[in-house]
């Protein structure tokens, strides 16, 4: 009779501890990344003979089925579309979750929004380390080394300009240069070519003599010239001007349109100091870069965590695991040894299922009255027993 009030009192208990479990997973059914969890009871036996002793809560368990992706439209917000954690690096110890709530911070590092924690990346020789791009946020300068001319220089005019040839120096300055040819009178095919800044078209910082053979290709030796350019610190960039080569029509030729040239130059390298201006992360895990002057780069690339034993993995904090040593944990690339690919611009929601939450309700409460009913019971068969004991 006792025992069966202490049996009813268990069952109360484990059933209010359970309440708990469901109301923390309805409480965080928008938490993004958020494992739903499931109470397990555990029978107390009293022994060989005797009946159960009542019951008691064994552990929880998490569910780690995967929750619906939404687009954010944020570029450091990244979801796992399969199997896999991200992982995180905080105080020498190693974390897993499912949240891929990331910035960056003013260090370059792409940490976990909540827990400050860095995201791990997975190098080519499988090392993890911190998701760092400090280094990717600027580009240093590109001096310009070549430009090709392209085009016919009529031998019928005695003089053609090639104005707004933008080059880059050593600094990372633009420099537009104006290029000026005119027909030697007295040498057929020949040309010399003054070269001058356009902001100060008057002085002339650099002449060279060009030649043209008889079929109109230019003469080898005579085919290119190279230009000074200075910059704000008082040094200069040798730029290389190519008209092309003999027997070649494909680039510079010199033949007789009468007045008309078509000769254009093309800057083909250099840039200056340039700044990132977005990001964002492909399939594989990798960050594409984008820069100011159009140059994209490839950076580093999330470590994404494979996990053998799901049910080992222990919630530390927030929605942060930690693996055990019976984990089986592995690190790879996303779509590689069976890992889900990365969505970009999207988060995962949690994987709480709201109905189930209901149905546990229902159960949890018919439990608990059923529980709270055999306290009664006892209690009456308890009174009743010290009424007897009492003569009436």
Same mark, same amino acid.
């Not at 003089?159 to 030697?184: A, I, M, P, Q």
């Given at each position: ?51 159960g002793i009542g ?48 910035? +960056?911070?003013? !260090? @370059?590092?792409? /940490? &976990?929004?909540?827990?400050?924690? =860095? %995201? ?5 020789? $499988? ?23 392209s085009g016919n ?58 030649? +043209?053979?008889? !079929? @109109?290709?230019? /003469? &080898?030796?005579?085919?290119?010239? =190279? %230009? ?5 610190? $008082? ?102 040894s069976g890992l ?53």
């Open positions: 009779m006792f025992q069966a009030f202490f049996n009813g009192l268990s069952g109360m208990l484990s059933f209010s501890k359970n309440l708990d479990t469901v109301s923390n997973n309805i409480s965080n059914m928008n938490t993004p990344g958020f494992r739903a969890a499931d109470t397990f009871y555990d029978s107390l036996s009293g022994g060989p003979g005797n009946g019951t008691q809560i064994s552990g929880l368990g998490y569910r780690f089925t995967s929750g619906d992706i939404k687009q954010t439209g944020n570029a450091t917000d990244v979801a796992i579309n399969g199997q896999g954690f991200f992982t995180l690096l905080q105080d020498g110890n190693q974390y897993l979750t499912r949240a891929g709530q990331f910035t +960056f911070n003013s !260090d @370059g590092i792409l /940490v &976990d929004k909540n827990s400050g924690a =860095s %995201v791990a990346s997975l190098s080519d020789t $499988g090392a993890l380390s911190e998701f760092d791009i400090s280094g990717l946020r600027m580009l240093a300068p590109q001096a310009s080394s070549l430009v090709e001319l220089l009529s031998s019928g005019a005695s003089s053609h300009e090639v104005s707004g040839v933008k080059v880059f120096n050593d600094l990372g300055e633009e420099v537009e240069l104006t290029l000026k040819f005119t027909r030697s009178e007295t040498v057929t095919g020949e040309w010399s070519v003054d070269v001058s800044k356009s902001s100060d078209p008057d002085v002339v910082i650099s002449s060279s003599t060009i030649a +043209f053979g008889p !079929d @109109g290709t230019p /003469v &080898d030796g005579q085919a290119t010239f =190279s %230009v000074d350019v200075s910059d704000s610190m $008082g040094g200069s960039t040798a730029v290389s001007f190519s008209l092309g080569s003999p027997e070649n029509f494909s680039q510079s030729t010199s033949m007789d349109t009468g007045e008309t040239s078509t000769l254009k130059a093309t800057v083909t390298d250099g840039s200056a100091i340039a700044s990132l201006t977005s990001i964002e992360f492909s399939a594989d895990g990798a960050l594409s870069l984008k820069y100011s002057n159009g140059e994209t780069k490839k950076g580093p690339a999330l470590a994404l965590a494979q996990v053998k034993d799901e049910s080992s993995l222990q919630l530390v904090k927030g929605n942060m695991f930690e693996a055990q040593s019976t984990s089986g944990l592995s690190f790879a690339k996303a779509g590689t889900g690919s990365i969505a970009g611009k999207s988060i995962e929601l949690s994987n709480v299922d709201l109905s189930r939450e209901f149905a546990d309700m229902l159960v949890i409460q018919r439990g608990y009255q059923a529980s709270s009913r055999l306290l009664n019971v006892s209690n009456q068969l308890l009174e009743q027993l010290y009424e007897n004991t009492r003569g009436r």
